[in-house]
């Protein structure tokens, strides 16, 4: 019980953090910038509520994913090629 407690605390504290930042970042924008992406300086904070009740929940990996990388291709170096520049 008091593992879900610490849980929404922290998913609070998270969307607490992630208003606030978003809110500054954009007010940090100018007029233009502003317009340019659909909003006007006076819907910043009903548009990060919105958004934000729009976000999924964050999903947490119950076991580590793998990366699996490939090898990088060979390259051809000089000495491959064995034909002569010198005439």
């Known amino acids: 019980m008091t593992t879900k407690f610490f849980d929404r605390l922290l998913a609070g ?3 607490w953090n992630r208003r606030r ?21 006076g819907e910043i904070s009903g548009f990060v509520e919105t958004w934000l009740r729009a976000e999924p929940a964050p999903v947490r990996a119950a ?7 490939r090898p990088a291709p060979q390259r051809a170096t000089d000495h491959d090629d064995e034909t002569s520049l010198a005439a």
């Open 13 to 15: 504290l998270q969307r």
């Open 21 to 41: 930042a978003t809110v500054r970042a954009l007010n940090g924008l100018n007029d233009w910038q502003l317009k340019d992406i659909g909003i006007s300086r």
């Open 63 to 69: 076991t580590p994913v793998a990366v699996v990388t």
